[in-house]
């Protein structure tokens, strides 16, 4: 069974920073691209960040030289780096595994909150 866990969420306040983690399981992982997105309330879900098998990454604008995703084969996780935190960057972090685009599993999420 395919299981994808997030940890790291939690409260921080303004320009604060957290790391995301996310460790999959039951997947062949080194053929995954790996994504996070977010949702806020009252909000669609949006793509944060990607990277790709390659490594190659991609971040929404908003999160530009601010987060930083990244994956560690060995452990089967992607990480995501938050750094200079801002209350907009509220929402329920998600994780994401695509292969072939038609295969794509996820996680349950794991809650950001920027407050001070």
Do not use: H
């Not at 940890?7 to 999959?24: D, E, M, N, T």
């Not at 994956?71 to 695509?98: F, G, H, I």
Request: proline share 3%; net charge positive.
């Amino acid at each position: 069974q395919v299981r994808l866990v997030e940890s790291g969420g939690g409260l921080v306040q303004p320009g604060g920073s957290l790391r995301l983690s996310c460790v999959a399981s039951g997947i062949g992982f080194n053929l995954y691209e790996l994504a996070w997105y977010r949702q806020a309330p009252q909000k669609e879900r949006e793509l944060v960040a990607r990277i790709a098998t390659s490594g190659t990454t991609n971040y929404v604008d908003s999160v530009k030289g601010r987060f930083s995703i990244s994956r560690d084969n060995a452990k089967n996780t992607v990480y995501l780096q938050m750094n200079s935190l801002r209350p907009e960057d509220t929402a329920v972090y998600s994780c994401n595994a695509r292969r072939l685009v038609l295969t794509s599993y996820w996680g349950l999420g794991t809650q950001v909150t920027v407050s001070s």
